[in-house]
């Protein structure tokens, strides 16, 4: 005890004869800012990260040891040292890595302020008695603006005839966190005979919100002479934000439409009558006379004739 009480005495002692720059205290806390600027945010990427430069700056003449305590906007993970020992009379840096911000839930260039502290817990090796020593950094992250789309071409009830067409609805919906519309839409297919509407053009005037959707109808329109086949069309849409931003946003989707020969009527053999030539046609239903009863009738007729003589006679 005596021991601890002379180390003791000798600190004091130390820090009344040193400095002012290598007094007891004379160590701070601070952040690599972008260009010196403090009110510069950090941004985050779209997987929801960012990297911190901060450093501990130690005046004193005796070594430090420090623990961090991180606090961050967004639901997001920091990612740092824990405790690091500063030698007397140096800087040194460290690195804090930021995770786990989902950026598709917040809103674009949205700002909050995280917060870095670190408590000194010893001094050459001693532990600091409470209250004790503590410093403070802060700094802003800032969420990107992300643009997303997603598209969805619904797919026919069924097969369709040559000489028919077939509604397909389109539905566009803006994953990214800042409205939106549609720069640019087009539809492909790899059937020559088969046509399609511009019905899809309307989707190019309306503002998505974050998160919304859009609907609008394609008719594809198989001619006359189309064979029997299976057609792909496919559908991409492009997100004019991010047109004007100098990027590219692509989404699309495909369907089958499967075309077949056309209806026919069926054959009509029977040819009409001619008006001109009527034909009457009179059917009976009696059965036709047989041989015996032809022999009866020619027996009756002799019996008949031989009596007419016989009466004759008398």
């Known amino acids: 005890m005596k021991s601890g009480l002379g180390?003791?005495?000798?600190?004091?002692?130390?820090?009344?004869?040193?400095?002012?720059q290598g007094q007891l205290g004379s160590w701070d806390l601070g952040i690599e800012y972008h260009d010196d600027n403090?009110?510069?945010?950090?941004?985050?990427?779209?997987?929801?990260?960012?990297?911190?430069?901060?450093?501990?700056?130690?005046?004193?003449?005796?070594?430090?040891?420090?623990?961090?305590?991180?606090?961050i906007p967004f639901s997001g993970e920091a990612d740092g040292p824990e405790s690091e020992t500063i030698s007397a009379g140096t800087n040194k840096s460290f690195t804090l890595s930021v995770t786990g911000?989902?950026?598709?839930?917040?809103?674009?260039?949205?700002?909050?302020?995280?917060?870095i502290t670190a408590n000194l817990v010893s001094r050459a090796g001693l532990p600091i008695g409470l209250p004790g020593e503590s410093r403070e950094a802060t700094g802003d992250l800032k969420i990107p603006t992300i643009y997303s789309m997603e598209i969805d071409l619904a797919d026919p009830v069924g097969p369709i005839n040559a000489g028919s067409d077939v509604i397909l609805r389109v539905t566009v919906s803006n994953r990214g966190n800042v409205q939106d519309k549609i720069g640019e839409v087009e539809v492909t297919d790899n059937c020559p005979l088969l046509t399609t509407d511009n019905g899809l053009d309307v989707l190019m005037t309306r503002d998505?919100?974050?998160?919304?959707?859009?609907?609008?109808?394609?008719?594809?329109?198989?001619?006359?002479?189309?064979?029997?086949?299976?057609?792909?069309?496919?559908?991409?849409?492009?997100?004019?934000?991010?047109?004007n931003s100098g990027g590219s946003a692509l989404a699309s989707d495909e369907t089958t439409v499967v075309v077949e020969p056309p209806l026919e009527d069926p054959d009509d053999t029977t040819e009409p009558d001619d008006p001109s030539d009527p034909v009457e046609v009179v059917s009976s239903s009696l059965p036709a006379p047989g041989i015996a009863s032809l022999l009866c009738a020619l027996a009756v007729a002799l019996f008949a004739s031989n009596r007419r003589r016989s009466l004759a006679g008398d």
């Not at 002479?225 to 849409?237: F, G, L, M």
Request: net charge negative.
């Open 38 to 71: 403090e009110d510069i945010p950090f941004n985050v990427d779209k997987e929801g990260g960012s990297t911190i430069q901060f450093f501990v700056d130690n005046e004193e003449v005796l070594d430090i040891e420090v623990e961090f305590e991180y606090e």
């Open 101 to 115: 911000i989902d950026v598709w839930s917040f809103a674009a260039d949205s700002k909050e302020e995280f917060t």
């Open 7 to 20: 180390i003791g005495i000798s600190l004091l002692l130390l820090a009344s004869a040193m400095p002012v």
């Open 208 to 243: 998505i919100g974050a998160g919304q959707t859009t609907e609008a109808d394609l008719v594809a329109t198989a001619s006359e002479s189309h064979p029997r086949r299976n057609c792909k069309i496919e559908v991409t849409v492009s997100s004019n934000g991010a047109m």
